[in-house]
């Protein structure tokens, strides 16, 4: 995509806080998977609002000043929230994503106040020293897509995760195709190097969330 795109090839979904502002993520009618915001990312971006990591009538804020990196960020909506909460986050995506994430993230500049947001090309399985030291939180929403992916997308999290990190992975669960062969190799490659619990449903945003989307926190192995 042309990064002089008109305003016609987009279509913009909003995306509103707890405290009233709007996201405004910029989506595109032509391409692949990346450019449009999945119910998956909308159900992680909410769920990084909920009171366990944003409470500001009793001051807690998970957020402030957390080094962030999202994978597979397409639109950069799971990003931008972490950063209008007041993470220093990172949003990466393959070159042809690029002009997308910059767009949203110029679209948005004005509701970054304490944080920050800045994207990067990032290919999964490959060199990941322009992210060190590890980031506090790593954070994929509909990452485990692809069968030839699986691999490499392990071994970003591996390549990227400290003992510190904590990686929150949202997915939708789809049991059609090669879905479920892609879902369960993703699992058994996982679990050689981190452990994982699901969040329940209760502890989610109560609108935007759906009994076939799931949220896991990972962490390494100690």
Not at 65 to 93: F, I, P, Y
Not at 187 to 213: G, H, M, R, V
């Amino acid at each position: 995509m042309a990064a002089d795109a008109d305003e016609g090839d987009y279509f913009v979904r909003e995306i509103e806080r707890k405290n009233g502002c709007t996201l405004k993520v910029k989506q595109c009618y032509l391409g692949d998977v990346g450019c449009v915001v999945w119910d998956a990312a909308i159900v992680l971006a909410k769920y990084l609002e909920t009171k366990h990591f944003y409470d500001p009538s009793s001051g807690v804020n998970v957020w402030a000043g957390k080094r962030v990196v999202e994978l597979g960020a397409g639109t950069g909506v799971v990003g931008l929230m972490a950063a209008t909460l007041g993470a220093a986050v990172t949003v990466t995506d393959l070159e042809d994503l690029q002009t997308l994430l910059r767009v949203n993230i110029q679209e948005n500049q004005a509701l970054i106040s304490s944080g920050s947001v800045t994207a990067k090309v990032l290919k999964w399985g490959e060199d990941v020293s322009d992210f060190r030291p590890p980031p506090h939180y790593v954070l994929m929403a509909d990452c485990i897509y692809y069968e030839q992916s699986i691999v490499p997308l392990v071994e970003s999290l591996k390549l990227l995760s400290g003992p510190e990190t904590c990686i929150i992975c949202c997915y939708e669960q789809r049991t059609e195709g090669v879905n479920p062969k892609v879902e369960r190799q993703f699992f058994e490659l996982l679990q050689q190097n981190f452990d994982y619990e699901e969040i329940p449903s209760d502890k989610q945003d109560p609108e935007f969330s759906s009994p076939d989307i799931h949220i896991l926190l990972i962490r390494r192995k100690v």
